[in-house]
């Protein structure tokens, strides 16, 4: 009985960390990115003096990831692990050297200049329950994360927009874009005005999630058609619970009268 009780007792005392990347196409087709894993620091178990680190590798043989993919419901798993329950205060993305987006038939090299950019950083305070899973989401911004040349040969950079959330902690807002076929930028700011997140809508559905958003907070969601023929939108004071999917319907693009 000792025996099981010390057991339990050390099962508690652990979490598992889930580490998802989900993202958008922006202005590409495609954005591959080489995801090689996660390196996680937690606060140490005498305080700030004796932090801990963790690497989540990317299982998969081939660690390129297509984020442009990444919406509504879709998510990849970066790595998952065992962490002990004490705080986690650091997350790095850690990128390999094969990283290209796709515009129409033409493949673009994504330039990656320096080493905030291979492995960008993030200081979080995210605190772990013993015993249950958490659910940790990089949201990589595509409209803020590139920096464009143009030319006969466009140059593309990286320099990564993230936002990490951890699920248990947010709420989210999901509908459908009609036509479903119409490419859109989505965009979400806070109640102050401050830009939070952008997504689009998944192909052929038409559906998107807008996620990680703070509850008790109103947000404004700006839906920006590609496709000039169509009117923008605006969904004004979207309201979420966490852990829970506020549902916003199905948005009608309002075609421009000639």
């Not at 620091?41 to 990444?70: C, Q, W, Y």
Request: aromatic share 8%.
């Amino acid at each position: 009985m000792c025996f099981l009780s010390c057991s339990d007792d050390g099962e508690r005392s652990n979490s598992l960390v889930n580490v998802f990347i989900i993202g958008a196409p922006g202005e590409f087709n495609d954005i591959f990115l080489e995801i090689l894993g996660v390196e996680i620091k937690t606060l140490g178990s005498r305080g700030t003096d004796n932090t801990e680190s963790v690497f989540f590798p990317n299982t998969l043989v081939d660690k390129r990831v297509n984020v442009a993919t990444l919406t509504a419901n879709a998510q990849f798993l970066v790595g998952r692990g065992e962490l002990a329950t004490n705080p986690i205060t650091e997350i790095k993305l850690m990128l390999g050297g094969d990283n290209f987006v796709t515009v129409g038939n033409n493949r673009i090299p994504i330039q990656i200049n320096n080493e905030s950019a291979a492995n960008p950083t993030f200081q979080v305070n995210f605190s772990l329950v013993g015993g249950i899973s958490h659910d940790i989401f990089l949201d990589f911004d595509p409209f803020r994360s590139f920096i464009i040349t143009p030319g006969l040969e466009p140059r593309v950079e990286l320099n990564p927009f993230i936002r990490p959330f951890m699920s248990l902690e947010k709420g989210r807002a999901s509908g459908t874009i009609s036509p479903p076929n119409q490419r859109v930028g989505i965009f979400t700011f806070d109640e102050n005005g401050q830009w939070v997140s952008s997504t689009g809508s998944q192909a052929p559905s038409g559906n998107f999630a807008v996620r990680g958003l703070q509850e008790n907070k109103w947000h404004r969601i700006l839906i920006l058609p590609f496709n000039e023929s169509y009117l923008p939108d605006t969904l004004d004071s979207v309201k979420v619970n966490i852990r829970e999917i506020t549902q916003l319907g199905t948005i009608n693009l309002r075609l421009i009268e000639e």
